[in-house]
């Protein structure tokens, strides 16, 4: 349950309530996201600084991963793609591999809560504060999980926005051996991402921040207009124009 919505400049949290009702309206990022261990043990995560949380939405081969690998090069973000942990863990033989690689053979999604713990502990271990959280929330049920466990709102959402012949012949053509890059399997990812992407997509539109991207043209063409949307930000840890 929410207790309140803070705004501290252009971040907002939402913290939730958390051991016994007490008042945490002064807890700061990092220690909302556990009740149990803190986490100056757990990590090197910077807690002088406010996290900046940029999720990054749209259909398979919209683009995602492509845009954020220049995000990261010129703003220093930390890039966590949902569906790259998810396969980690299948590669890595852990108790749910099975579940997730059949989840991703049929184009599915993933229990919500498995998948923030997987973005979850990689922004705990880390020493940046800024992240792209690419393919993420795919889903409403993501969406509330994240805030749930995590306690934080995204500053910004990304939405590359792209016709479906386009990403069906990107995704046919990206080459990468993954299981769901098949005409059959992509049909299904498709029908899932029409079904529960507008909701989400919706709710950051009402909250303001929304960045729609016309996810068409070459990847420098699209990157014209993803480049402002950070530049305006300025932050000090910009590396490269
Ligand atoms: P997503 O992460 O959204 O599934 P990717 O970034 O992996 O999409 O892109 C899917 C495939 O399309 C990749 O092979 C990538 O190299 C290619 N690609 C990305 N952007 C473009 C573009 N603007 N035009 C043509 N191909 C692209
Ligand atoms: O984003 P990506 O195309 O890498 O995702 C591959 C698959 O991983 C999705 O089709 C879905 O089965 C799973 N996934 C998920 N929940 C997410 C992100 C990905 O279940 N938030
Ligand atoms: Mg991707």
Same mark, same amino acid.
């Given at each position: 349950m929410w207790r309140r919505a803070v705004s501290v400049s252009h971040f907002t949290f939402a913290h939730k309530s958390i051991a016994h009702n007490k008042d945490v309206c002064k807890l700061k990022f990092w220690e909302t996201f556990t009740t149990e261990t803190p986490m100056k043990e757990k990590g090197t995560f910077q807690r002088d600084k406010t996290p900046f949380?940029?999720?990054?939405?749209g259909g398979p081969g919209s683009g995602k991963g492509t845009q954020c690998m220049k995000i990261v090069e010129n703003f220093g973000f930390t890039h966590l793609s949902a569906g790259d942990?998810?396969?980690?863990?299948?590669?890595s033989n852990s108790a749910d591999g099975t579940m997730i690689l059949n989840t991703i053979k049929e184009g599915k999604i993933v229990p919500s809560e498995l998948t923030v713990r997987l973005i979850?502990?990689?922004?705990?271990?880390?020493?940046?504060?800024k992240f792209l959280i690419d393919g993420f929330p795919r889903s409403e049920e993501?969406?509330?999980a994240f805030e749930q466990i995590m306690g934080v709102e995204p500053d910004v959402v990304l939405f590359f926005d792209c016709p479906e012949d386009e990403m069906v012949k990107r995704v046919l053509n990206r080459n990468q051996g993954r299981v769901d890059d098949n005409i059959v399997t992509i /049909?299904?990812?498709?029908? %899932? +991402?029409?079904? #529960? !992407?507008?909701p989400?997509?919706?709710?950051?539109?009402?909250?303001?921040?929304?960045?729609?991207?016309r996810a068409v043209g070459s990847v420098d063409?699209?990157? /014209?207009?993803?480049?402002? %949307? +950070?530049?305006? #930000? !300025?932050?000090?840890?910009?590396?490269?124009?």
């Amino acid at each position: 349950m929410w207790r309140r919505a803070v705004s501290v400049s252009h971040f907002t949290f939402a913290h939730k309530s958390i051991a016994h009702n007490k008042d945490v309206c002064k807890l700061k990022f990092w220690e909302t996201f556990t009740t149990e261990t803190p986490m100056k043990e757990k990590g090197t995560f910077q807690r002088d600084k406010t996290p900046f949380i940029t999720f990054v939405l749209g259909g398979p081969g919209s683009g995602k991963g492509t845009q954020c690998m220049k995000i990261v090069e010129n703003f220093g973000f930390t890039h966590l793609s949902a569906g790259d942990l998810l396969r980690r863990e299948i590669a890595s033989n852990s108790a749910d591999g099975t579940m997730i690689l059949n989840t991703i053979k049929e184009g599915k999604i993933v229990p919500s809560e498995l998948t923030v713990r997987l973005i979850q502990k990689e922004m705990e271990s880390s020493d940046n504060y800024k992240f792209l959280i690419d393919g993420f929330p795919r889903s409403e049920e993501n969406r509330i999980a994240f805030e749930q466990i995590m306690g934080v709102e995204p500053d910004v959402v990304l939405f590359f926005d792209c016709p479906e012949d386009e990403m069906v012949k990107r995704v046919l053509n990206r080459n990468q051996g993954r299981v769901d890059d098949n005409i059959v399997t992509i /049909k299904k990812r498709l029908k %899932v +991402f029409d079904a #529960l !992407n507008l909701p989400v997509v919706k709710y950051y539109m009402e909250k303001g921040k929304l960045y729609k991207i016309r996810a068409v043209g070459s990847v420098d063409e699209i990157y /014209k207009q993803v480049y402002p %949307v +950070f530049a305006s #930000l !300025n932050f000090e840890q910009q590396v490269r124009e």
